[in-house]
């Protein structure tokens, strides 16, 4: 399985999992968040930045689009990293790890 490939599945698992998450679990506070869907956003800003810096354009930062959103904003976020980053394993790699940890943290 490719880098970008394994990402991909990871990003889509977790904002999948945001999606179907009512509010009162969204709002959960975990290690280091004010709430589950602040540490998916945190994440998702993060792989944006990545995925801007991979394609030499400027930083911008995702907005707060509120809790329901988190899912698609992380989802969107991945895809755009996993195309950007193709052919740059460690940056992908670093992505997957990022991801995998936000998805610990999400699912306590």
Not at 23 to 44: D, F, I, K, M, N
Request: overall charge negative; glycine content about 8%; aromatic content about 0%.
């Amino acid at each position: 399985m490719s880098e970008a490939h394994a990402l991909l599945e990871a990003v889509d698992r977790l904002a999948d999992r945001c999606r179907s998450m009512p509010q009162s679990r969204l709002l959960g506070a975990v290690p280091g968040h004010p709430s589950r869907a602040a540490a998916v956003l945190e994440l998702a800003r993060r792989l944006a930045a990545s995925a801007l810096a991979a394609e030499g354009e400027p930083p911008r930062e995702i907005p707060d689009a509120g809790v329901f959103a988190v899912g698609d904003q992380l989802a969107v976020a991945g895809h755009d990293l996993a195309l950007a980053a193709e052919g740059e394993p460690d940056l992908l790699a670093g992505a997957l790890a990022d991801v995998l940890r936000t998805e610990e943290l999400a699912a306590r």
